[in-house]
């Protein structure tokens, strides 16, 4: 079973500059969520998506957004990038996320952005 | 605010023997608790979960304990071999009112040598 695939691995931008980043949820999993890891922070919630809506989002500010699409597919894009943005950014999905159902996110290898 | 924390940054057990990694939590609404393993260039690896209604859970050389009275969970590893070597991160949620996301500690780098 395929896992969760996130492209590109590795992206470098200037700031100012908007970037795309995309994921692809294990099969069947519903629920997307984003994190961004830095050294000093650590792994902090971004924001999570399911079935095409945001229901959770984490205290980021308005640069970052994302959208999930009808096949679970998610893309976040940061807008006028800084330098603070460089980091790994990480998806991870999970089956369903109802009530009363916790279930363990499982990760991609994330997308590492670089801001010169 | 770090609602979750892994006071040790580092451990270094000899193989074979037990590996014992702490986390501590200070909010009382989560009720889901994880542990991921962490490799260089890849994402965390899911090791094992504990919901609150438990105190222990058990897979394979991997038990989680948990206290909740103490805000405290911790992973134990038997035995430990080198291929554990990796940075290891506690996780807590608190379900589907927070969104299911996940608080994650800042990590501890586990060293297992032979």
């Known amino acids: 079973k395929a896992g969760v695939t996130q492209t590109p691995r590795y992206l470098i931008k200037t700031r100012g500059q908007q970037v795309t980043l995309s994921c692809s949820p294990i099969?069947?999993?519903?629920?997307v969520s984003w994190y961004q890891q830095t050294p000093g922070q650590g792994l902090q919630f971004l924001f999570e998506?399911?079935?095409?809506?945001?229901?959770n989002k984490g205290n980021f500010p308005g640069r970052f957004s994302g959208r999930q699409f009808s096949n679970s597919r998610s893309e976040m894009n940061v807008s006028t990038l800084e330098l603070g943005d460089s980091a790994l950014y990480l998806c991870?999905?999970?089956?369903?996320?109802?009530?009363?159902?916790?279930?363990?996110?499982?990760f991609g290898d994330g997308t590492r952005l670089s801001i010169l | 605010d770090q609602q979750v924390k892994q006071n040790s940054p580092s451990l270094s057990v000899q193989e074979g023997r037990i590996s014992i990694l702490n986390c501590d939590y200070t909010?009382?609404?989560?009720?889901?608790f994880l542990w991921y393993k962490k490799y260089p260039a890849e994402g965390p690896t899911f090791l094992i979960s504990?919901?609150?209604?438990?105190d222990k859970n058990e897979d394979g050389r991997f038990t989680v304990f948990l206290n909740k009275s103490a805000k405290h969970l911790s992973l134990h590893i038997v035995p430990s071999q080198p291929g554990d070597s990796a940075v290891y991160f506690c996780?807590?949620?608190?379900?589907?009112?927070?969104?299911?996301?996940?608080?994650f500690g800042k990590g501890t780098s586990l060293l297992v040598t032979p």
């Open positions: 099969s069947g999993h519903r629920s």
């Open positions: 996780a807590a949620s608190g379900g589907f009112s927070s969104g299911y996301a996940l608080n």
């Open positions: 909010n009382s609404m989560f009720d889901y």
């Open positions: 991870a999905s999970s089956p369903s996320g109802s009530v009363n159902s916790n279930q363990p996110q499982h």
């Open positions: 998506y399911f079935s095409e809506t945001q229901r």
């Open positions: 504990i919901s609150s209604i438990k």
